[in-house]
Structure formats: C-alpha cells, structure tokens
C-alpha cells in the first residue's frame, strides 16, 4: 500500500500551479491540485485575461476619436459596461472551464476547497472535515492586493479585484499607486470614459522601468486626458454624498465617485499553516526557495507569486513546469529569471526586456544609446500628437544589447520577439544586419544607427 494518498499535492490552481499538476499527472503520478476560489487563478479570474479585454474594450474609444481622420464618419459612440462586464465573464467562464478539462484530462483530481498544511506531510481540506497526505507538496497560492492600513476611510476604496465586477463605471475616479496595475487601470477607465485621476507618492511612475520609459508614458496618458498628480498621498477617505473625498498630505484633496487603490501586492501565506511544517519565509514574507523552487522542508516546493521573484503568469508557470521536470521526470531543470521580457498595457502600451539605462550605467560605467522618439505614420496621417518612444542600449565592451525599451502601439507584441534575440546575447552589429520590415513602426528598432547623446551632455567642446 502507498505510504500516502498522494504523490504531489499542490494548493493553488493558479498559472503555477495548474502547470505543475498536469505536467505532473501525465507522468502517472497521483496528483490533487486544491483551489479556494476559481480554478485559472489571478491570471485567468482577477488578472491579465481580463484586464486586457478591458483594455481591448477601453481602446475603441481612442480607436473612434482617431477615425474621422480616415475619413469614417461615425455617430456618437456610447459604451455599456454591463454588456461587457457578462460577456467578459461568460468568456472567463470559458477558459477556466478549459484550465479544469485539461486538468482532468492529465488525470489530476481537483478538490474545490481551501488546503491548510497540518505537517509536512498532511493537508487539511477546509470545510470537508478531510485531511491528505502526500508525498510531496506543492505551494501555489499566488499574492494578494494590499492598501495600506493606516490611511482613514480605507475601508471605502477598491482593488483590482473589485474593478473587474463594479455594477456600474463611476463616472470620476481616483487610481493610487505607481506600478503597471495603477497605470494600466488608469488608462482602462480613462479609455472608458471616466474622468480619471492617478495619483502616486513618488516623484515618477512604474518606479524600476527605464527613466525615459517613465516620463514618455507619463506625458502621453497626460496627452489622453489622464491627470496625473505625483509627490503625495492620502491623509483620509470619506465617503459622503457626493463621493468619495480624498485628503492628500500637500492640501489638495479630490471628490470622485470611485478611489481605486493599486499600491502594492503580498505573498498570500496568510492562514496556509507553514508554522505547521516548519516553511520559512524570506523577509518580506515570501515563501523562500532555492533555484528548484525547494523550500527549507525537504518534500515542499513552492512557485509563482508567493515566492515573489518575478510576479508575473509566463514566470509562475515556467518555475511550475521546472518543478514538474525536476521532480517527477528525473531531470533537473532550473528557471532562468534573467532577460525576462514583461509588457504593461497602459495606453500607449510599454514592452520592455533586459536592463535600464541607469542599471546598465551603474552595472558597465558607460552604456550605448540608441533612441528614437517619433510619430508613427499612422499617427502623422490623422495628425495626431502621440509619440513612439524606441530605445536599445548596448554595452560598450561587448556590443551586446543589453536592453530594448519600447512605449507605443504594439509594443508588447514588438517586445515579445526583440527578447528572443536579446536573451540570445545579439550585438548590436548583428541586430542592425536585420534587414527592416516595411512599413512598420517596430522597423525604427533595427534602423537606429546613430549614438543618442542627450541635450544636457550636447556637442559643444
Ligand atoms: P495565482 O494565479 O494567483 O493562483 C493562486 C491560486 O491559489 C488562486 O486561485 C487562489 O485562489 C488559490 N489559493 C490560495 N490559497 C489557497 C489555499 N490555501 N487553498 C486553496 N487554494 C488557494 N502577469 C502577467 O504576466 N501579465 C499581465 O498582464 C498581468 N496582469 C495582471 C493584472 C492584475 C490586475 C494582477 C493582479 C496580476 C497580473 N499579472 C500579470 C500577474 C499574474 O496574474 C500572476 O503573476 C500570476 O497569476 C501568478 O500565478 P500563481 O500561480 O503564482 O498564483
């Protein structure tokens, strides 16, 4: 008789988790995956699935401002967040049905419920009055939003979480926080017609992106009508007939009908019993692994949010698949988090892989700079103002390009296959022997010969 009742048992059936299990169950192992809320995760239920089909929705707006200008004569416009919000769920319906088929499929079993280690070994199945063993464990349990609990009136304010199922679009509303989330939500609401305010305590947004990346994206959701105010923070909420009241620390305060707070996201540990099996953290609170994704425990691994390396779904499932590989086909497989290229969905949208400016100054002393800021001719030909922001930095020692930070139509989609050939190592002599591909914007990239020097350093001896 097997000494437990599984092989692997993973609690979590998020991006990481879902990979891990049913790579893990082809194998013919006998697998459990435990999911508290939606199989698909943040990702799929509260995550970049939908939030880009808010996004695709936001966009028409600008989409139909910029019509007439290719000779479209369009009526008034008028957009109705109750239809999009059923037909986003019906399809996020969809693709968490297709998580948990092929979940079944590999010949995982699923228990709908919330898992709490008791040991090592054993998890207690919240609810059902059951507990498990399994030979080895897997944590998957992602992150959480946090707001911070010193603020007044905080109660009153909503997360990403919220902003998916609001029964009705506000029609003013205030996004704190500085990160992708805050942006991107702020150029979704603004897109969708919201009067929209952002509101960051630092002196810049999307702290950790290239500095020309910041104040680019910066100046054109300013452009799109977003206000964008820096330097402060809230003193107190209240909520009061006419909104929503927001107090800032500098004296300025705002009435909007809706406060959105994107300031930061936790490893979610909280409950999950750890102290049960001896799991330990890092400082700030993240479940600590090694290169494995091996915890201090000897049959616990945990991958994706709650380790919080990089937070992102492509990363959550690559350590997933790693762990699977390692584990369970006897073959040691590492995760590589350097190079990892990450798309933010503001409106103009960022893609960005490999190092900034200031990293790659700090890191070589000098850094290549080749960069392009222009109109797009989709852009010239309704005459509009938006700017494409085109960098690709070099290391001077080797030629190797060691960043390439785009902000403009696409520039996730350019950034996905520009990180091919960077994660490769390219120089920049190979990277301009690319011939370009007519007419594009994204040609501008191989098509960058000369060295940027900005205005501040001039020519002049
Ligand atoms: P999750 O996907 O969060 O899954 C964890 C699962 O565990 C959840 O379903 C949870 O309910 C379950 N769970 C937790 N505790 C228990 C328990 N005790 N028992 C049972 N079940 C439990 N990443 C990108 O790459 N691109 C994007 O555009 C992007 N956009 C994002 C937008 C938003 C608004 C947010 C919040 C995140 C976004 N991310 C994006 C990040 C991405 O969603 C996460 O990095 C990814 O989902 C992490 O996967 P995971 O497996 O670690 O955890």
Not at 66 to 85: C, L, M, S, V, Y
Request: hydrophobic letters at 40%; aromatic letters at 8%; a negative charge.
């Amino acid at each position: 008789m097997a000494k437990y009742d599984y092989d692997l048992f993973v609690i979590g059936a998020g991006s990481g988790g879902v990979r891990a299990a049913r790579l893990t169950a082809i194998t013919g192992a006998k697998v459990a995956v435990a999911e508290e809320h939606r199989v698909g995760g943040t990702c799929v239920i509260r995550g970049c699935v939908p939030k880009k089909f808010m996004v695709y929705a936001s966009e028409v707006s600008h989409q139909l401002k910029t019509a007439k200008g290719f000779g479209w004569t369009i009526p008034e416009a008028t957009f109705d967040w109750r239809t999009f919000r059923e037909a986003k769920d019906v399809e996020i319906a969809r693709l968490s049905g297709i998580y948990v088929a092929n979940l079944t499929k590999a010949g995982a079993e699923l228990v709908h419920a919330r898992a709490v280690l008791k040991d090592a070994h054993t998890v207690e199945i919240v609810g059902k009055d059951m507990t498990v063993t399994a030979d080895k464990i897997l944590i998957a349990t992602g992150g959480r939003p946090t707001v911070p609990q010193d603020v007044p009136g905080i109660e009153h304010v909503i997360t990403s979480e919220e902003a998916f199922q609001l029964d009705e679009l506000p029609e003013s509303i205030l996004v704190v926080g500085g990160g992708y989330i805050a942006v991107e939500f702020a150029g979704i609401f603004a897109g969708l017609g919201v009067k929209t305010t952002l509101l960051y305590r630092g002196p810049n947004i999307l702290r950790g992106f290239d500095d020309d990346v910041r104040t680019h994206l910066t100046r054109e959701m300013e452009r799109r009508g977003i206000r964008v105010v820096l330097g402060c923070q809230h003193e107190k909420i209240e909520k009061t007939d006419k909104g929503m009241v927001s107090t800032l620390n500098n004296g300025l305060s705002f009435t909007t009908d809706q406060v959105m707070f994107a300031t930061g996201r936790e490893p979610y540990v909280k409950g999950l019993g750890l102290e049960n099996a001896g799991v330990e953290l890092t400082e700030s609170g993240a479940i600590k692994v090694d290169k494995y994704s091996k915890t201090n425990v000897d049959n616990i691994w945990a991958v994706g949010d709650v380790t919080d390396r990089i937070a992102l779904t492509p990363v959550a499932i690559r350590e997933g698949a790693a762990f699977a590989e390692t584990e369970f086909r006897n073959n040691p497989t590492t995760f590589d988090h350097e190079m990892v290229a990450t798309a933010v969905f503001s409106q103009p949208e960022i893609g960005t892989v490999g190092m900034t400016e200031h990293d790659a100054r700090v890191a070589f002393g000098e850094v290549d700079v080749y960069r392009a800021v222009f109109r797009p001719m989709k852009v010239t030909f309704y005459h509009g103002e938006e700017q494409t922001l085109m960098k690709v930095l070099v290391n001077p020692a080797d030629q190797k390009v060691v960043g390439v930070h785009v902000v403009g139509p696409d520039a996730g989609e350019m950034i996905q296959m520009a990180a091919i050939a960077v994660k490769m190592g390219v120089t920049k002599q190979q990277w301009d022997s690319t011939c370009a591909v007519h007419p594009t914007a994204a040609e501008e990239l191989v098509t960058m010969k000369e060295k940027y020097v900005p205005p501040n350093l001039g020519t002049a001896a």
